[in-house]
Nanobody, 127 residues
Framework: QVQVVESGGGSVQAGGSLRLSCAVS????????MAWFRQAPGKERDFVAAINRSGLRTNTADSVKGRFTVSRDDGKNTVYLQMNTLKPEDTAVYYC????????????????????WGQGTQVTVSS
């Protein structure tokens, strides 16, 4: 069983930055491709960013491109989401997700491809 735990959420003013972390246990982290999704109140869960096992392939949603960066540290079993120039519309619960996949497989933007999910961490951006 894979456990996924997010941290780093909080409240920030528009233009500020936050870094979310996601720790994985229960399975070698290096076997996992990872992704971040978010869900605002009354809206569906949306893809934010993904990174494959090798860390060489990433995907970022157009709405956050140029502001958010996904990265991974296999030595710490952790994936990160660096969020800069935050906007009020970035307010949401952010979820980390993991899936077991081949080393060279591209990152996936589809929530259904991910088998393991964290509980989410709240990010609130005020204007």
């Amino acid at each position: 069983q894979v456990q996924v735990v997010e941290s780093g959420g909080g409240s920030v003013q528009a233009g500020g930055s936050l870094r979310l972390s996601c720790a994985v246990s229960g399975r070698p982290f290096s076997s996992c491709a990872m992704a971040w999704f978010r869900q605002a109140p009354g809206k569906e869960r949306d893809f934010v960013a993904a990174i494959n096992r090798s860390g060489l392939r990433t995907n970022t949603a157009d709405s956050v491109k140029g502001r958010f960066t996904v990265s991974r540290d296999d030595g710490k079993n952790t994936v990160y989401l660096q969020m800069n120039t935050l906007k009020p519309e970035d307010t949401a619960v952010y979820y980390c997700a993991a899936r077991i996949t081949s080393y060279t497989a591209p990152s996936s933007v589809a929530a259904n491809d991910y088998n393991y999910w964290g509980q989410g961490t709240q990010v609130t951006v005020s204007s």
